[in-house]
């Protein structure tokens, strides 16, 4: 007795009394940014490691101290790496040591923008300190990210029953939905939303210093899916 292999009830391609349609779907949206954030650089430099080691501690504390007088517009503050290294003299011989720098990093995401240009300014205006930023973003969980994918749901539903009405059809069952690459094909590269930023450092203090005037970049999202549908046999 040989066991049976059971027929399929229809070939993955169709059949010309089930044809299947297969599209993709696509959407791009255009939203306002969640999140702006900075990266904020102190440095230090002196004679010996304690002095410099001194001053980053200090200007580290001055960063960290002017983000926090800002309160929930704040939501994120936190440390990046700290170096400090030995400058060596370039003449005599030996390992002679000229002097000692030191650099500390620290990221401030703000999601209040109308304190933005103001902490920026306020930020740059610290004594031996470098602002880079900011930089604009969604967060992983944006409701823009769903409103995207099912936009692009209906795109495929919508390409697909024009494709069936040309033909004289109508569609009648979904077969399968699915992202990009799912199934084992490699998925097209996303767009990307560029972010503007720019560089400022003061040797100076901060006191009296005037907000920049910051504009919102918006933010592009993409969402692609993959759809089969059946239809009802065409009119030819």
Request: no cysteine.
């Amino acid at each position: 007795m040989t066991d049976e292999v059971p027929y399929p009830s229809a070939a993955p391609y169709g059949t010309p009394d089930t044809p299947r349609v297969a599209v993709r779907g696509e959407a791009s949206l255009e939203v306002e940014p969640e999140t702006a954030t900075l990266t904020v650089t102190a440095s230090a430099r002196g004679k010996d490691r304690r002095a410099a080691l001194q001053d980053l501690t200090r200007r580290n504390a001055a960063i960290f101290e002017l983000a926090r007088e800002y309160g929930e517009a704040v939501e994120k503050l936190e440390s990046g790496a700290l170096s400090v290294s030995p400058e060596p003299a370039q003449h005599g011989w030996g390992e002679r040591v000229r002097a000692y720098s030191g650099h500390v990093r620290i990221t401030v995401a703000l999601n209040d923008f109308t304190a933005l240009g103001e902490l920026t300014a306020r930020l740059a205006g610290l004594e031996l300190t470098r602002v880079e930023g900011p930089w604009w973003a969604l967060r992983p969980g944006s409701p823009a990210h769903r409103d995207a994918r099912r936009q692009a749901v209906r795109d495929a539903v919508t390409r697909a029953r024009e494709y069936a009405e040309a033909l004289g059809a109508e569609l009648t069952a979904l077969v399968e939905l699915s992202d990009p690459g799912a199934d084992g094909a490699r998925p097209p590269a996303p767009g990307f939303a560029g972010t503007r930023g720019f560089r400022a450092a003061a040797p100076g203090g901060a006191d009296d210093v005037p907000a920049i005037d910051l504009e919102p970049q918006r933010q592009t999202v993409y969402a692609q899916v993959n759809a089969r549908f059946t239809m009802s046999p065409p009119a030819l």
